[in-house]
Structure formats: structure tokens, C-alpha cells
Antibody, heavy 121, light 110 residues
Framework: QVQLVESGGGVVQPGRSLRLSCAASGFTFSTHGMHWVRQAPGKGLEWVANIWSDGSNQYYSDSVKDRFTVSRDNSKNTVSLQMNSLRAEDTAVYFC??????????????WGQGTVVTVAS | QSVLTQPPSASGTPGQRVTISCSGSTSNIGSNTVNWYQQLPGTAPKVLIYSNNQRPSGVPDRFSGSKSGTSASLAISGLQSEDEADYYCAAWDDSLTGYVFGTGTQVTVL
């Protein structure tokens, strides 16, 4: 069965960096794009980044562009999110999700349980 | 802030029908398919409807989706207590070159 397990969350000071990872299993990782989605405490879902199956394209929300970098290692079935210059407003649960893109359908069909990032001094 | 607008809350008694709206623009809902996600308290989101009106296997047919122009809606018929959750619409946005979620609607079963 499809499994996505995030790791790397924690407490970090403003301005510092953190790297999140998502380990995938139960499917052919190299054939699916991946997303990162976050949810601040008590708030709604916010899309963060997307990377294509072969890693050739990455897309970011305006709120993280130039600070966050998404990457993947298809040999290790992992997708990562490098977060630099962290701000208090980056505090959230970060979910990785599998992208299913077929015809005109594009959506997140499987989600991990999330990892918590807290940015505080 | 989100570019897809939903009502913050909706409610109904068991067995009733509840409808949630999602308003967007030509660059997102008007150009791409709409998906709906359900998030039960303390859990990860789960896709409920994809491609405007398609249900993944395992999703009860009480849930249905539709789209017209730059708006979409999710209907829950025969409301059940286990439907108490937050619901989000989402779509790819061609102008932002990114995925956008709606503001979210909390459904309460009275």
C-alpha cells in the first residue's frame, strides 16, 4: 500500500534553516509528481511546492518562493523540502502528498501524516 | 490568502443535504478541474472528489461534486455524524502556476 512518511520537523529560530524529508513506498515513485502542503495552527490548507516526477520542474507558492527548495531522489524514493530564512509564519504542519496527473485530472491522491515545524525564538 | 472562496461553515441534521460552494476565477476553476478534500479532526486530508465530479473508490455516493464556469460545489446528501469535518476545494491555477486550496468549510452535524 502507498505510504508517505514525513520527517525532519522541529523547533527552529527565525532566520535559520530546516530540511524536511518524505519517504515514499508502495508505488513506483519515479512516475509521480509530489507536493508539499502546510497547515498553520487552526488554519486552512496552503499549497507550498510541487515537483515533477523526473524532478525537471518545480513550482512554489509566492509565500515561499526564493526561500524554499523542493528536490527529490528517485533512487531513494524520497522528496525533500529545504527551508531557508524561516519566519514565524512558516510554523505549520507540513504534509507531503502524491500527485496524480491523468488527462485533465490533477490532484493529491495520497497524503502523509505530516511533520510539525515551529519557528520561534 | 486563498484565491478560492468557501463559506466558513455549514450545518445540517442527520439525513439532510448540505451543499458547499467554491468560488474561483478563470485562471483556476474556469480552466482546470476541481478537487475536494475532507479533513477529519487531527488527521491528514483525504481526496473526496477529483476532476469535478469523480469519486475515488471507497468514497460513498452520498458525496457529489459539480462545476459551472468559475464556481464549483460539493453536496453531501444523507448527512451522517461521521461527515463532521473540514472540507476544501482545490484546483491548479494557471496564472499563479501553482495549486490553490479554498478557504475551507467546517461542516457540523446538529
Amino acid at each position: 500500500q502507498v505510504q508517505l512518511v514525513e520527517s525532519g520537523g522541529g523547533v527552529v529560530q527565525p532566520g535559520r534553516s530546516l530540511r524536511l524529508s518524505c519517504a515514499a513506498s508502495g508505488f513506483t515513485f519515479s512516475t509521480h509528481g509530489m507536493h508539499w502542503v502546510r497547515q498553520a495552527p487552526g488554519k486552512g490548507l496552503e499549497w507550498v511546492a510541487n515537483i515533477w516526477s523526473d524532478g525537471s520542474n518545480q513550482y512554489y507558492s509566492d509565500s515561499v518562493k526564493d526561500r524554499f527548495t523542493v528536490s527529490r531522489d528517485n533512487s531513494k524514493n524520497t522528496v525533500s523540502l529545504q527551508m531557508n530564512s524561516l519566519r514565524a509564519e512558516d510554523t505549520a504542519v507540513y504534509f507531503c502528498a502524491r500527485d496524480l496527473w491523468s488527462g485533465n485530472a490533477k490532484y493529491c491522491d495520497y497524503w502523509g501524516q505530516g511533520t510539525v515545524v515551529t519557528v520561534a525564538s | 490568502q486563498s484565491v478560492l472562496t468557501q463559506p466558513p461553515s455549514a450545518s445540517g441534521t442527520p439525513g439532510q443535504r448540505v451543499t458547499i460552494s467554491c468560488s474561483g476565477s478563470t485562471s483556476n476553476i474556469g480552466s482546470n478541474t476541481v478537487n475536494w478534500y475532507q479533513q477529519l479532526p487531527g488527521t491528514a486530508p483525504k481526496v473526496l472528489i477529483y476532476s469535478n465530479n469523480q469519486r475515488p473508490s471507497g468514497v460513498p455516493d452520498r458525496f457529489s461534486g459539480s462545476k459551472s464556469g468559475t464556481s464549483a460545489s460539493l453536496a453531501i446528501s444523507g448527512l451522517q455524524s461521521e461527515d463532521e469535518a473540514d472540507y476544501y476545494c482545490a484546483a491548479w491555477d494557471d496564472s499563479l502556476t501553482g495549486y490553490v486550496f479554498g478557504t475551507g468549510t467546517q461542516v457540523t452535524v446538529l
